[in-house]
């Protein structure tokens, strides 16, 4: 699969009001990039906008997938709510993608991403009785059995204890390697971690920031990676 | 237990004041009589009791039934399209403006004298809080899910069927317990307008001839036979629709 990067040039405006400057994101293909910022700038709009969900919201300019194609139905979503449906099974959530479509639920394969994710044992229990870091794992299941080449992530780990967050990063790191990946998060260290790309959007509009070396996702206490880390935060506080 | 204790408590305090009340004012028996007497009569026409109980019975259960499905399926329609909301959501709010009661010599003269003419009037008691405690329901799914759903390439019929239905049974369940305690009402409305069996018709004709006695024991049956309903509506709903919230 090759997964394509996301061009998106324009003013974007939530019920006629601008939200930011005019701005141009560019996720290159195959890679992950880390978009911050402070809180109710549009961080989630834009991934919204790029899902074609966004019936808030609209773009006066491009959006577009960098080989041509159009992007409906090449990108999936995966949010800080796990949004798991509690009636359903942890394998039931897990195609339940195929099930909307009406399509062939191909089980098998959902038991190998289950199997991936470390819930195979899970697999027949309702997800009220999974633990958090379970069921962001159930998620990432049910989002990689879309099989969607541009994956957008919003703050997906931000409610996961320390341990469970890092543990989960390298699992949906190793897990979404072949994909482009559009992560929106609040979290400095996971940016400095997994970024290849580090965009800052804030009232002044979208702009790059230096990425620590190494190949993401970077080991935890990476002298590099944790000055990058607090460099970010720095220019985060800073930020009027 | 406890629950138990409490009731058979709360029962025997309820016939201590009713036999006092009785004792204290020396009323008449035909205008009230005591626990005692309407037990006994209670024994003595089981026969009668019964049978009328079972023609109120199949009147409420036929009623609930059918303004299950017809509330279900209304509410799905009017959550489902907006031109059906903007329509008939305004004669629904208009027909509860209408008594139910007033409606009852209506119905008794379109649809007979026989049980037809009770079940549509308990269809119609219950109607309006099976659609509406259902639609709110439907109406309030996450919109997150449907977003996700959208995102997955869902229509929106099959959003409908996989995502705001189950969202929405627990909904539909508060509505069948309500149901489940107001349908008598219904099926006994129809009964005191015209009829000749059933418990209403009972009561009126016991009520005609000053066998108060006979009277309150169809109404304490009655009386149980909704509590039992709505117990048993209460533990259906338990085990099938509320596992979803």
């Known amino acids: ?240 | 237990m406890r629950r138990a204790a409490n009731a058979v408590a709360a029962t025997i305090v309820a016939l201590a004041v009713w036999q006092g009340l009785i004792i204290a004012t020396g009323v008449p028996r035909f205008i009230l009589p005591g626990p005692a007497l309407v037990a006994e009569t209670l024994w003595t026409s089981r026969a009668l009791i019964a049978h009328h109980t079972m023609i109120t019975g199949i009147e409420v259960l036929a009623g609930l039934a059918l303004g299950a499905i017809l509330g279900g399926l209304t509410a799905i329609g009017l959550a489902a399209s907006p031109i059906a909301r903007n329509l008939v959501r305004p004669m629904l709010i208009f027909s509860q403006a209408v008594p139910v009661f007033a409606l009852a010599p209506i119905l008794t003269l379109w649809f007979g004298y026989g049980i037809g003419s009770k079940v549509v009037m308990t269809l119609l008691v219950i109607y309006f809080p099976v659609t509406s405690a259902f639609f709110d329901a439907l109406m309030r799914t996450p919109q997150a899910w449907i977003d996700m759903a959208r995102l997955m390439g869902a229509s929106p019929a099959r959003i409908m069927r996989h995502i705001r239905i189950p969202a929405g049974l627990p909904g539909f369940a508060s509505g069948l317990r309500l149901a489940a305690v107001y349908a008598p009402i219904g099926a006994i409305i129809g009964e005191w307008v015209g009829a000749s069996k059933g418990l209403g018709y009972l009561m009126l004709l016991a009520n005609g001839r000053a066998k108060t006695d006979l009277m309150f024991a169809a109404l304490i049956v009655l009386a149980v036979c909704t509590v039992l309903l709505h117990a048993a509506v209460d533990r259906a709903c338990r085990a099938t629709l509320d596992r979803n919230a």
Request: charged share 20%; with cysteine; hydrophobic share 45%.
């Open chain 1, 1 to 240: 699969m090759s997964a394509p990067g996301i061009f998106l040039q324009g003013h974007v405006a939530i019920g006629g009001a601008p939200l930011v400057p005019q701005i141009t994101l560019d996720v290159a293909p195959g890679s992950w990039t880390c978009l911050l910022g402070p809180s109710g700038v549009g961080k989630s709009t834009l991934l919204r906008l790029i899902a074609g969900i966004a019936d808030e919201a609209t773009l006066t300019g491009t959006l577009a997938a960098s080989d041509g194609a159009p992007l409906r139905g090449r990108v999936a979503l995966m949010a800080q709510s796990d949004l798991l449906l509690p009636w359903l099974s942890v394998l039931d959530n897990v195609t339940l993608g195929a099930r909307l479509r009406g399509a062939d639920t191909q089980p098998e394969r959902a038991t190998a991403l289950l199997e991936q994710v470390g819930l195979i044992d899970h697999a027949a229990k309702r997800p009220a009785q999974l633990s958090g870091g379970q069921r962001q794992r159930a998620a990432l299941a049910r989002t990689l059995m879309e099989d969607r080449p541009i994956v957008l992530l919003d703050e997906p780990f931000s409610a996961l204890d320390a341990r469970t967050r890092a543990q989960v990063q390298d699992l949906t790191a190793q897990l979404l390697s072949n994909h482009t990946v559009l992560m929106v998060t609040h979290d400095p260290s996971e940016a400095a971690r997994l970024g290849k790309a580090i965009l800052i959007l804030n009232e002044r509009g979208l702009a790059p920031w230096p990425v620590p070396p190494g190949a993401p996702p970077r080991p935890v206490d990476d002298a590099k990676t944790l000055e990058a880390q607090g460099a970010l935060l720095a220019a985060l506080r800073a930020a009027p």
